[in-house]
């Protein structure tokens, strides 16, 4: 069976950078000042980041400490809100005992199973109307 021929680029080949032609027919003092230019241009494009990650930061230090300080913003993301949820009411009554009840989350339980077990009785037939 042949094998696959793999795509990109071989393993240890590099990259050649190849100058292009505004660059390779400048003069010393020309590229010079491009490079010049460049480092100017990059360092401005990193104090632009680094003020959009520390205000990004900023508005995350609430979460840092324990959530008591407040979101700039207002909502509270990533977090689920605190506290007990309500009990979920039953749906489902059991026919030969009216106390037991189920919610219908979860397995379906052992008295459910066992009344339904034999009979024609169905999940529907059991709901509290």
Same mark, same amino acid.
């Given at each position: 069976?042949?094998?696959?021929?793999?795509? %990109?680029?071989?393993?240890?080949? !590099?990259?050649?950078?190849?100058? &292009?032609?505004?660059? *390779?027919?400048?003069?010393?003092?020309?590229?010079?000042?491009?490079?010049? =230019?460049?480092?100017? *241009?990059?360092? *401005?494009?990193?104090?632009?980041?680094?003020?959009? $990650?520390?205000?990004?930061?900023? %508005?995350? /230090? =609430?979460? &840092?400490? @324990?959530? +008591?300080?407040?979101?700039? /913003?207002?909502?509270?993301?990533? +977090?689920?809100?605190? @506290?007990? +949820? &309500?009990?979920?009411?039953? !749906?489902?009554?059991?026919?030969?005992?009216?106390?037991?009840?189920? /919610? @219908? #989350?979860?397995? &379906?339980?052992?008295?459910? #199973?066992?009344?339904?077990? =034999?009979? !024609?009785?169905? #999940?529907?037939? $059991?709901?509290?109307?």
């Amino acid at each position: 069976m042949p094998r696959k021929k793999r795509r %990109g680029r071989p393993p240890g080949s !590099k990259n050649n950078i190849k100058l &292009t032609g505004s660059v *390779a027919a400048m003069d010393v003092a020309q590229l010079s000042n491009h490079i010049a =230019g460049l480092r100017t *241009a990059l360092a *401005a494009k990193i104090d632009e980041q680094r003020a959009y $990650f520390e205000c990004q930061l900023a %508005g995350l /230090s =609430g979460y &840092t400490n @324990g959530g +008591r300080a407040s979101v700039s /913003s207002g909502a509270r993301v990533g +977090r689920p809100r605190a @506290g007990k +949820r &309500t009990k979920a009411k039953p !749906k489902y009554q059991s026919k030969k005992n009216a106390s037991v009840k189920w /919610s @219908g #989350r979860g397995m &379906t339980p052992v008295w459910m #199973r066992e009344e339904m077990k =034999g009979t !024609k009785l169905k #999940r529907d037939d $059991f709901l509290i109307k």
